[in-house]
């Protein structure tokens, strides 16, 4: 059953605690990508990977960090330093189309974190 | 930066009736994406269509592309209860490496 996943489902967090979500695909994509959705908002892009051991910042990259050591793993750190991080954070992955250009992104189910 | 912006913010329509949404954008494109979230779930890609297309069709859905008026419509035509959801477009901008950048999206209910 190929996919893409997240967990936890519901991450609580006190301030100041660095939280890591997890995000896990089985789909052999090469492009990973981390998203965060405020309510009744569109989706912005934190950071990206396009290959292994590498990654590039998004729109929002502030506060957040990100590691790429495995093809099929790319976890989202949510550090002290992301002053509003109670979001809804969508993970995603793709493939590549041709130069420059990839195909359709496949999204896992999200994680909502919230700081109490 | 978002790019892509639906319009309308919110639609209500009936079961049977046609739902139609609109994308414009502002830059260069390799394709525009569109997408369907249920509340609180992931996003579902729905369509994409290439710069070089005009329209395209897939199942209940059509998308049209207008690159000189850089702009893209989604219809779903005999909507259903279970249309209901958020649909976002989504630009891929040449040279942007399989970034995408979303419009704020349009809410779509459909009452029985």
């Known amino acids: 059953d190929g996919g893409i996943t997240q967990s936890p489902k519901y991450l609580f967090r006190k301030e100041g605690q660095n939280v890591t979500l997890s995000c896990e695909q089985n789909?052999?994509?090469?492009?990973m990508y981390w998203y965060r959705q405020d309510p009744g908002q569109g989706l912005r892009l934190i950071y990206y990977?396009?290959?292994?051991?590498?990654?590039q910042k998004g729109d929002i990259a502030e506060g957040y960090s990100v590691s790429r050591e495995k093809k099929e793993s790319f976890p989202l750190t949510v550090t002290s330093a992301q002053k509003n991080p109670t979001a809804f954070y969508l993970c995603?992955?793709?493939?590549?189309?041709?130069?420059?250009?990839?195909?359709?992104?496949?999204f896992g189910p999200g994680t909502r974190l919230t700081v109490l | 930066s978002q790019q892509g912006e639906e319009d309308p913010q919110a639609l209500s329509i009936q079961e049977g009736e046609n739902a139609t949404m609109n994308c414009s954008y502002k830059t260069s494109i390799n394709n525009l994406q569109w997408y369907r979230q249920n509340s609180g779930r992931g996003l579902v890609h729905l369509i994409l269509i290439r710069s070089n297309e005009r329209e395209k069709h897939s199942g209940r859905l059509r998308v049209t592309l207008d690159t000189s008026k850089k702009s893209s419509s989604l219809l779903i035509t005999a909507s259903r209860a279970a249309d209901t959801a958020s649909y976002f477009c989504?630009?891929?901008?040449?040279?942007?490496?399989?970034?995408?950048?979303f419009g704020a999206g349009t809410q779509v209910v459909v009452t029985p």
């Open positions: 789909l052999n994509h090469d492009a």
């Open positions: 995603a992955s793709s493939s590549v189309a041709g130069v420059s250009s990839y195909n359709e992104q496949f």
């Open positions: 990977s396009q290959i292994v051991n590498d990654f």
């Open positions: 989504a630009t891929d901008e040449e040279d942007s490496w399989g970034k995408l950048q």
